[in-house]
């Protein structure tokens, strides 16, 4: 009994991370401002990073959760860095 709320449950934050991240990509396209994009590139890592996870859980393999772990380091310095250089004109000073 568990093990079928869990996989429903996996599979119902799949499609819902699956529907945020169809959002931000929404967000990165029609952003009327480069700031809303930056905020919709890191929605997308963030839900990627989410969605490698559940995945990760429906398998019970633990390299998913590496490569979220590698894939929110990533998504953390891009938008470090964009922001950064919206705000100064340059990343490295």
């Given amino acids: 009994m568990s093990t079928t709320i869990l996989l429903w449950s996996i599979t119902a934050s799949q499609l819902m991370l699956v529907a945020a991240m169809a959002c931000a990509a929404y967000r990165i396209l029609a952003g009327p401002r480069a700031q809303d994009r930056v905020?919709?590139?890191?929605?997308?890592?963030?839900?990627g990073m989410l969605l490698i996870l559940t995945f990760g859980i429906r398998n019970?393999?633990?390299i998913y959760f590496e490569a979220a772990l590698v894939i929110a380091l990533l998504g953390f310095v891009s938008t470090a860095a964009l922001a950064k250089f919206l705000m100064r004109g340059e990343v490295i000073e």
Avoid: F, K, P, Q
């Fill in 39 to 47: 905020l919709g590139v890191d929605a997308l890592y963030v839900c």
């Fill in 60 to 62: 019970g393999s633990t």
